[in-house]
């Protein structure tokens, strides 16, 4: 007798943007799965599935924002809650990847804290991560699991093409996105520039826009970006690119964290228009005028699909998404 296993894919999501997660789920035409996650009165998380996810394909959407520790350790309960109830294979989906800048030691007696969520991701149970533009592709290293490496790129780029790529320039705002904006830059047909920046030493939310590489002058710019977070590199390279007579300047990134002070930064700054995804919940009282969002869910769900059928997920990005 010849038994054909049956496969089930289950979708759930923590409590951090279950927008995302609902706007997922209609792209895959599944229902999301109820986690029923609670708190205790000292605020301990608890979980527990509403229905057996034994021998399912499950995928836990968890993007870490908010408070990035609550976030981390709800997915991780959940992760191990999926485990011990014996579902066959546990995805952790993280839009956004917490602590993704702590990738490596800048100076002495500093942790490599990426390093340590991938080991705990991993010691809960889950057999595979996917996530969205890290701000490092050394990351996917930290895992002894298979990672599937997302990129917002085909929902940024056919944006600019909705918006007309005459006279544009790709800039990158420092020399680590050289590579991915000389990617938007051929897929664009555009030209490419790379602003010089320097931090100054021991800071970490301040930077200097020194020089520009690359001729910007009477031209449209957009700046390209994995990350928006206080906004200071940002800025400060449209401040340059300004001075060097762009005639307008763009920013668009995959991940809107926009910390303090980074909407006053950006109201007042150079840039007429800022771009951002929805791997991040921004809520209705941090945008302001120039802002706008573009979902990636289609791009996630369409990975999901990829997984679970045991398909290639480079190829839906033509290996735009390999760092």
Known sequence: MELVPRRRLELVSGRSHPALATEIAEHLGVSLGQANLREFANGEIHCRYDSSIRGSDVFIIQT??????????????????????????IT???PYYGYSRQDRKATG???????????????AGADRVVSVDLHSGQIQGFF??????????????????RQGTDGLVVVAPDAGRV????????????????????RPRGSANEVEALHVVGEVESRRCVLIDDMIDTAGTICAA???????????????????????PALERLDKSAL???????????????????????????????????????????EIFGGDNLA
């Open 64 to 89: 870490h924002a908010g408070s990035v520790n609550d976030a981390l350790m709800e997915q991780l309960i959940m992760i191990d809650a999926a485990k011990r109830a014996s579902a066959k294979r």
């Open 92 to 94: 952790a989906v993280c």
């Open 109 to 123: 007696r500093e942790p490599i804290t990426a390093k340590l969520v991938a080991d705990m991701l991993q010691v």
């Open 144 to 161: 002894d699991v298979p990672f599937d490496h997302l990129t917002a790129m085909p929902v940024l780029v056919e944006e600019l093409r």
């Open 179 to 198: 590579k991915v904006a000389e990617r938007f830059s051929q897929h664009l047909n555009a030209d490419l520039a790379v602003v010089h920046k320097r």
């Open 238 to 260: 449209a401040e340059l690119l300004t001075d060097r007579g762009a005639a307008e300047v763009w920013a668009m990134a995959t991940h809107g964290v926009l910390s303090d």
């Open 272 to 314: 007429s228009r800022v771009v951002v995804t929805n791997t991040l919940p921004i809520p209705a009282d941090r945008r302001i005028g120039k802002m706008e969002i573009l979902s990636v869910a289609g791009v996630i769900a369409h990975a999901i699909d990829a997984v679970f059928e045991d398909a290639s997920v480079s």
